[in-house]
């Protein structure tokens, strides 16, 4: 699992560990049941403090992706959702194949990406 985190960014460093789990149930690299990292380890392995963490694991609880059980740290939830992202891929193929109408090409699309997020 990748844990990219932009500390530059003005997105809550919590709120960026949340979405990498939820883009790893998303991509499949994460499955219903599995166990994260316990917080003091994860803080430690992407450079934040341990709350974050820890904000983060329960920002995910209340969403239903997580679920803790003493003595065994958090886990993903059987209520969590999971799915591929063949939607995703299909509106990506679409604008990819717009932008080629209009003589742009990938890092043109990167880049228009890049400035709507």
């Known amino acids: 699992m990748h844990w990219t985190l932009d500390h ?4 809550r460093l919590q709120d960026q560990v949340a979405a990498c789990v939820v883009r790893g149930l998303h991509t499949g690299e994460l499955s219903v ?11 430690e392995a992407i450079s ?3 709350n974050t963490v820890l904000a983060a694991y329960r ?8 679920e803790f059980r003493r003595g065994r740290g958090a886990r993903i939830a059987a209520t969590a ?22 003589g742009l090409d990938s890092s043109d699309v ?3 990406v890049k400035e709507l997020s």
């Open 59 to 66: 920002q995910l609880r209340e969403a239903g992706i997580l």
């Open 33 to 43: 049941g599995e166990q994260l990292p316990p917080a003091a380890e994860l803080a």
């Open 48 to 50: 934040v403090d341990r």
């Open 81 to 102: 959702e999971t799915g591929d992202l063949a939607p995703v891929r299909h509106a990506v193929q679409a604008a990819i194949d717009l932008a080629r109408r209009y």
């Open 110 to 112: 990167i880049t228009l």
């Open 8 to 11: 530059s960014s003005t997105q």
